[in-house]
């Protein structure tokens, strides 16, 4: 059987495509992606002449069949995403299972991806994170996310639309509190790249005072809830204090 490649793309900057995405995007006998028009212009950029075939949200499921008998049939195929790297965000979920179920072979093509560039430039802890995908577009579905996750402790990453991003920081401070500290990445790789890190509060004016901060394409990060003192139960710190007098 052929190979499903999972092959990332630039996510603004198309120096960023790999040597090997070129290959494989060369190679393989068709290649999947979620937007036919799109993918032809990242292909002509880099004289790829192959064939392309469309897989979104929509057909994702009646495509994985069509795709798993290509496979079996010996044909490799590549799938890509409008940017960055496919099943981040992006299509490809459903079509992987279906043919690591059936004991097919699938590989990656690693690339571009926005959350992960993001989070490299944020200056916040990574050693543990937690990729929480887009954010609700209306206030109040997004103030109950936001809330669900008042107390993790791991830096949180989000996608989110710039135009949305004085509503989304006002719902922050809101459920997480002014002090929170939170980093805007937008337009990363692209001409107006911005990188921004501030309170929630402070942020607010900051997004007010500049509307072109408000356009392209960004990732949210926040910092994971810190445990302080205050937040340790008084029946906690009388024990505590209890068993520190002890041991003198
Ligand atoms: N699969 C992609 C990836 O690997 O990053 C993400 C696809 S998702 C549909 C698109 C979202 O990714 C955008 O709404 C934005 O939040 C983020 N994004 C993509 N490109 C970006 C860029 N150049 N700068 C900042 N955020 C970007």
């Given at each position: 059987?052929?190979?499903?490649?999972?092959?990332?793309?630039?996510?603004?900057?198309?120096?960023?495509?790999?040597?090997?995405?070129?290959?494989?995007?060369?190679?393989?006998?068709?290649?999947?992606?979620?937007?036919?028009?799109?993918?032809?212009?990242?292909?002509?950029?880099?004289?790829?002449?192959?064939?392309?075939?469309?897989?979104?949200?929509?057909?994702?499921?009646?495509?994985?069949?069509?795709?798993?008998?290509?496979?079996?049939?010996?044909?490799?195929?590549?799938?890509?995403?409008?940017?960055?790297?496919?099943?981040?965000?992006?299509?490809?979920?459903?079509?992987?299972?279906?043919?690591?179920?059936?004991?097919?072979?699938?590989?990656?093509?690693?690339?571009?991806?926005?959350?992960?560039?993001?989070?490299?430039?944020?200056?916040?802890?990574?050693?543990?994170?937690?990729?929480?995908?887009?954010?609700?577009?209306?206030?109040?579905?997004?103030?109950?996310?936001?809330?669900?996750?008042?107390?993790?402790?791991?830096?949180?990453?989000?996608?989110?639309?710039p135009r949305?991003a004085i509503?989304?920081?006002?719902?922050?401070?809101?459920?997480?509190?002014?002090?929170?500290?939170?980093?805007?990445?937008?337009?990363?790789?692209?001409?107006?790249?911005?990188?921004?890190?501030?309170?929630?509060?402070?942020?607010?004016?900051?997004l007010?005072?500049d509307a072109n901060q408000l356009k392209?394409?960004?990732?949210?990060?926040?910092?994971?809830?810190?445990?302080?003192?205050?937040?340790?139960?008084?029946?906690?710190?009388?024990?505590?204090?209890?068993?520190?007098?002890?041991?003198?």
């Amino acid at each position: 059987p052929g190979t499903l490649y999972i092959v990332a793309t630039p996510i603004g900057n198309l120096a960023d495509i790999t040597q090997r995405a070129i290959e494989v995007l060369t190679q393989v006998d068709i290649i999947a992606c979620e937007d036919t028009r799109h993918t032809g212009k990242l292909l002509s950029a880099f004289s790829i002449k192959n064939k392309t075939l469309s897989m979104h949200d929509h057909n994702e499921r009646q495509r994985q069949d069509q795709m798993a008998s290509m496979l079996q049939e010996g044909k490799s195929i590549a799938l890509v995403s409008d940017a960055g790297t496919p099943l981040i965000s992006d299509p490809g979920f459903h079509l992987v299972r279906h043919c690591r179920s059936l004991g097919l072979s699938v590989s990656p093509v690693p690339g571009a991806c926005a959350a992960i560039s993001a989070l490299s430039v944020a200056g916040l802890p990574t050693d543990r994170f937690s990729f929480e995908g887009f954010l609700p577009s209306k206030s109040g579905a997004r103030q109950t996310t936001l809330s669900a996750l008042k107390h993790e402790e791991r830096t949180m990453v989000f996608y989110d639309a710039p135009r949305r991003a004085i509503d989304t920081l006002k719902d922050i401070v809101e459920t997480l509190g002014s002090a929170r500290y939170v980093v805007i990445a937008r337009e990363l790789t692209k001409t107006f790249e911005t990188i921004h890190s501030d309170t929630a509060e402070n942020f607010v004016s900051w997004l007010e005072q500049d509307a072109n901060q408000l356009k392209g394409e960004m990732v949210l990060i926040i910092e994971g809830h810190k445990n302080d003192a205050s937040e340790i139960p008084p029946q906690v710190i009388k024990t505590l204090t209890l068993l520190l007098a002890e041991m003198k």
